[in-house]
């Protein structure tokens, strides 16, 4: 659990392996737009802040977080990627729809995972109300695309260096 108002967010760049040769895709859910660009650009800014070429990030929208789990797959059939940051956010409603789209999207990632080797990072925020979800998109907690995105070129980094 998040400790109140404390940045989670920070990162030693002298620790995160150079990403100057990577390339990135970022698949972000229109749903919750308000929400899922600032973690797009969190990402965004964070892979740029690390030596990541802007021709390098291919950013791709669908229209939910439901369908993440399909673009990230085309994504990767279709794109030279190092990597795919899945940028959604799914807030709490009266009806087990928020159930059933959070576990559909963490499974279908974590599928994608096991069956490329191109790594998928998980960046779906699954909150109980809109201001949690703000608290966690560039909020008084950071913002979740800026961990993804570290998340994103140390994966792709492991992938290239640990399986020659």
């Known amino acids: 659990m998040a400790t109140a108002n404390k940045n989670l967010s920070h990162y030693d760049k002298d620790t995160i392996p150079s990403a100057k040769d990577f390339r990135f895709g970022i698949v972000v859910s229109e749903w919750n ?22 021709e390098n990030v291919t950013r791709w929208d669908v229209p939910g977080s439901f369908e993440l789990v399909y673009g990230a797959k085309h994504m990767i059939a279709t794109q030279s990627v190092d990597a795919v940051i899945a940028i959604g956010s799914v807030i709490q409603g009266e009806t087990k729809h928020f159930d059933f789209v959070c576990d559909a999207v963490a499974h279908g990632i974590k599928d994608l995972n096991i069956q490329t080797d191109v790594p998928v990072i998980f960046c779906v925020l699954t909150d109980n109300t809109l201001q949690q979800a703000i608290d966690r998109s560039g909020g008084v907690h950071g913002n979740k695309g800026t961990e993804a995105a570290i998340a994103a070129i140390k994966m792709a980094h492991l992938s290239k260096t640990k399986h020659k």
Not at 48 to 53: E, K, M, S, T, W
């Open 33 to 54: 737009s308000n929400i899922t660009d600032a973690l797009y650009n969190g990402a965004l800014q964070a892979l740029l802040d690390n030596d990541v070429a802007q």
